[in-house]
């Protein structure tokens, strides 16, 4: 039988100008992973792991939904299953993922870093594949950071609650001769999880523990907010991170939102205006510390998540039971920007759509405001979640090129919690370098490759590194 060779150099790069740019330039840029969901344990750690599944498939969503719908038993997904078992479902299933970037996905990190580049995963490849990797993930050179070495990553900036203690990020600050830098993300999502009144009251308790005070008033809980904002900032987090099904703005006093918070604190029912109202205010004073400290303001807006209360139950979050949702999204957005903006308080900003009929909606209302002092001050945020395919990645492109300014976008991470998914900044350059080139060859823009690299470089890197200005190495020469 022929090899099959389907993860090439020239992958997705239909012409000869697409693969000058991508190799000539894209190719070998650093990687500033500004939103991500790796364990920093795992990175101070130097963890090794003891084979592919636990790599590869361990808490990655995408694949358990692909193999529930491929009729795949969940013991094979999430149970009690061996690992050499739910590895042989996932290869299994590969071939019926065709068309689903999964298949694109699966096979670029088979590709590197494993340099399996002429079998297709299937059924009749697992054993194979599953020893080699098996073998290779023995050796020092596929321990978490040599995989993110690998990878050329400068930065990585891990998804941190306030209420934790961040001891793994000042264990491996205080490191000396860090090959990459790693930064928290300040990412307070469960302060606003007031209509569970036990889960909220735990969390509390673990922000009073981190802040050294008690927290028993929403006064208070900014205080403590504000606290932990410092800490974080004193260990290079330079953005903070909102998951929000809306853009949450309505009206709100301090007095309203102050008494909600005692019921919830006390255990009684929340209203649906009054939640309302105490999401706006946490996330409009959140807004605030942003902006005092110059960070980034990122708003994910639009899932519904654990729509599947069965095996929420049975699973709890982020286990693939997460969708698109299509609550109402310009006139709250604009609201929200519009009174941080208002009082001169609008933080930079990067606001992620997960319906792809939002793509012109975040466009056009990034350019609202936009007031002159940081280039692409206001973002249209790289394809996310479900939009974070090859379609996904063009439309974006285009309707932000159409709406607002290429140039100055800060290009594509990876929202992983896996150290393979780093694939998918090369996946992101290849698609961008090839929408590019095609232009070029099509006479729709100057085929000028200087001015064509130019661009790729500040979207691919340099417009992140100077976006976020991350202090370990915002003074490097781009």
């Keep these: 039988m022929k090899p099959i060779s389907f993860i090439n150099d020239h992958f997705l790069l239909q012409n000869e100008t697409s693969q000058r740019l991508y190799h000539e330039t894209a190719a070998d840029l650093p990687i500033i992973d500004y939103h991500n969901h790796l364990p920093p344990e795992d990175i101070v750690a130097d963890r090794r792991y003891r084979n592919l599944t636990e790599l590869w498939l361990a808490g990655d969503h995408y694949k358990w939904r692909a193999m529930r719908t491929c009729g795949v038993d969940e013991e094979l997904i999430t149970g009690s299953a061996s690992d050499r078992e739910k590895f042989l479902a996932w290869a299994e299933t590969v071939p019926k993922t065709i068309k689903n970037p999964l298949y694109h996905w699966t096979h670029l990190e088979l590709a ?20 080699e990797c098996n073998d290779m993930l023995q050796e020092p050179s596929f321990s978490a950071r040599s995989l993110l070495k690998r990878c050329r990553v400068e930065v990585v900036a891990t998804t ?4 934790g203690s961040l001891e793994h990020h000042k264990a491996y600050q205080a490191e000396d001769g860090r090959d990459f830098e790693m930064v928290p ?19 509390l308790e673990a922000l009073s523990s ?8 929403f006064s208070d809980l900014l205080e403590a907010l504000e606290k932990r904002h410092g800490d974080f900032h004193e260990l290079g987090c330079r953005a903070s991170d909102h998951g929000v099904e809306e853009p949450f703005s309505d009206p709100f006093t301090l007095s309203e939102v102050e008494r909600t918070f005692q019921k919830a604190f006390a255990g009684e029912h929340v209203s649906e205006p ?3 109202a105490y999401k706006s205010a946490f996330l409009y004073f959140c807004g605030l510390m942003d902006s005092e400290k110059g960070w980034v303001y990122q708003l994910h807006i639009g899932p519904i998540r654990n729509n599947n209360t069965r095996f929420f139950k049975k699973l709890g979050p982020d286990s693939g039971f997460d969708s698109i949702g299509d609550t109402e999204m310009a006139k709250p957005l604009a609201r929200l920007l519009d009174r941080l903006d208002t009082e001169n308080k609008l933080p930079k900003t990067v606001l992620y759509n997960i319906n792809p009929r ?7 209302m990034a350019g609202n405001f936009q007031d002159g002092t940081i280039p692409g001050k206001v973002q249209h945020g790289p394809p996310w979640w479900f939009l974070d395919q090859k379609k996904g990645i063009e439309n974006q492109v285009e309707s932000l090129s159409n709406m607002g300014i290429l140039s100055e976008f800060i290009g594509m991470t990876t929202d992983s919690r896996s150290f393979l998914s780093f694939s998918r900044h090369d996946y992101f350059r290849r698609i961008l370098c090839n929408i590019i080139g095609t232009d070029a060859e099509k006479g729709l823009i100057p085929n000028d490759m200087e001015m064509m690299k130019t661009l790729i470089v500040k979207v691919c890197y340099a417009n992140a590194k100077r976006y976020f200005d991350y202090p370990a190495v915002s003074t490097q020469k781009d």
């Design 160 to 163: 941190d609650d306030p209420a």
């Design 274 to 276: 009054e939640e309302r």
């Design 112 to 131: 590197d870093p494993f340099g399996i580049t002429t079998r297709l995963l299937s059924g009749e490849t697992a054993d194979t594949v599953w020893n």
């Design 185 to 203: 993300t300040f990412r307070p999502d469960k302060g606003m999880n007031i209509r569970d009144s036990k889960s909220f009251k735990e969390w």
């Design 210 to 217: 981190q802040a050294d005070f008690e927290v028993k008033t």
């Design 358 to 364: 939002d793509n012109e909606l975040m466009a056009t």
